[in-house]
């Protein structure tokens, strides 16, 4: 069946360093995949996304990068910043057919000052 | 604010007791979805309205579950008959366009607790 993923389920970094989350998925049919940032007691807030038509995409200080061979998904945060602190979910879809995100089961990043 | 917004924010029921949320989407948002999620896992589909037609359902939303959206602008979804595992936070959210071509924005969730 269709899963997503992640590799850790918690990540501790020092204010400053740059952070790196990863996930795998199984579903090779899926071309768009999305980071979600949440906050203890928030819904999830959309980072950052990619077509699998790409392998990089940037953002404010964010970076996710797409290896479709071996079906891995990464977010890289640079300059993690105490904010940053939060669960981060990888989430995957179809351009077509079904409308719903297949969630990740997440990786708490703990930002220490 | 005019973001997702969801009430009640925290429910405690009696197993047995029917229970309902409301999710008020962006208003401009003629797509709105609802989510379950438990502790440490990520959120799971639960159903999907484009407009006030619900056009997907997931295999989770047993018959226990109903949801609506009646004019195509707020939501409920109601549980009857509550279990205690269906103890969750109930997650809204709603975008403009389908999720491979724009985000869905989340409100922040309904906690249910089923004593």
């Known amino acids: 069946g269709e899963s997503v993923g992640l590799h850790l389920p918690t990540l501790s970094v020092q204010e400053g360093d740059n952070s790196i989350i990863n996930c795998a998925y199984s579903?090779?049919?899926?071309?768009?995949f999305i980071w979600y940032k949440q906050e203890s007691g928030k819904g999830p807030q959309f980072i950052i996304d990619i077509r699998s038509n790409m392998d990089k995409r940037q953002g404010q200080r964010v970076t996710v990068l797409l290896n479709k061979t071996v079906k891995h998904l990464s977010l890289q945060i640079a300059a993690t910043q105490p904010g940053d602190s939060a669960v981060y979910f990888c989430?995957?879809?179809?351009?077509?057919?079904?409308?719903?995100?297949?969630f990740g089961k997440g990786t708490k990043l703990t930002v220490n000052p | 604010d005019t973001g997702v917004s969801q009430d009640p924010r925290h429910k405690i029921t009696k197993r047995g007791q029917n229970v309902t949320f409301r999710c008020d989407p962006i208003?401009?948002?003629?797509?709105l979805y609802w989510y379950r999620q438990t502790l440490g896992q990520g959120p799971e589909f639960l159903t999907y309205f484009q407009n006030e037609a619900q056009l997907e359902k997931s295999r989770l939303l047993s018959d226990r579950f109903s949801a609506e959206r009646p004019k195509g602008s707020f939501s409920t979804l109601e549980i009857q008959r509550t279990e205690q595992g269906d103890s969750a936070m109930y997650l809204c959210a709603s975008s403009l366009l389908e999720p491979s071509t724009g985000e869905l924005f989340f409100g922040e969730g309904s906690r249910l607790t089923v004593l």
């Open positions: 208003s401009e948002h003629n797509r």
């Open positions: 989430a995957e879809t179809r351009a077509s057919g079904s409308e719903k995100l297949v």
């Open positions: 579903n090779s049919a899926s071309d768009y």
